[in-house]
């Protein structure tokens, strides 16, 4: 009966050295997602910061292409100048209302 236990003994042992080293492996396989993961993330988090200085960069640049004096100076380039008189014609008919026959140029009024 020794033997028999000596044998039941050492076939723990051994079970116990390849559940431990299994486990091991396991976990060594984890650890090493994790890390990977990791700095996935941490890449993503700098990207995301990058993006976000970018877009207040553009924003800044938005809102100093769109001052009034930005637009000025440009309409000023152009030749466009402020008017002095604003003159309104008023018209006889109010063509919303009327109906145009366009073989005659006419506008008839209901």
């Known amino acids: 009966m020794n033997t028999k236990s000596k044998k039941k003994n050492k076939g723990l042992i051994l079970l116990v050295i390849l559940i431990t080293i299994i486990l091991s492996l396991i976990q060594l396989t984890i650890s090493h997602r994790l890390a990977s993961a990791g700095e996935k993330v941490k890449q993503l988090e700098l990207t995301a910061l ?9 924003e800044k640049e938005i809102n100093q292409m769109g001052s009034l004096a930005t637009v000025s100076s440009k309409a000023e380039a152009l030749g466009l100048t402020k008017v002095q008189k604003v003159s309104f014609v008023a018209s006889q008919v109010p063509v919303a209302l009327g109906k145009v026959d366009y073989s005659s140029n006419r506008i008839s009024i209901p």
Do not use: A, D, G, H
Request: aromatic share 0%; no cysteine; proline share 0%.
């Open 50 to 58: 990058e993006l976000e200085q970018k877009n207040i960069t553009l």
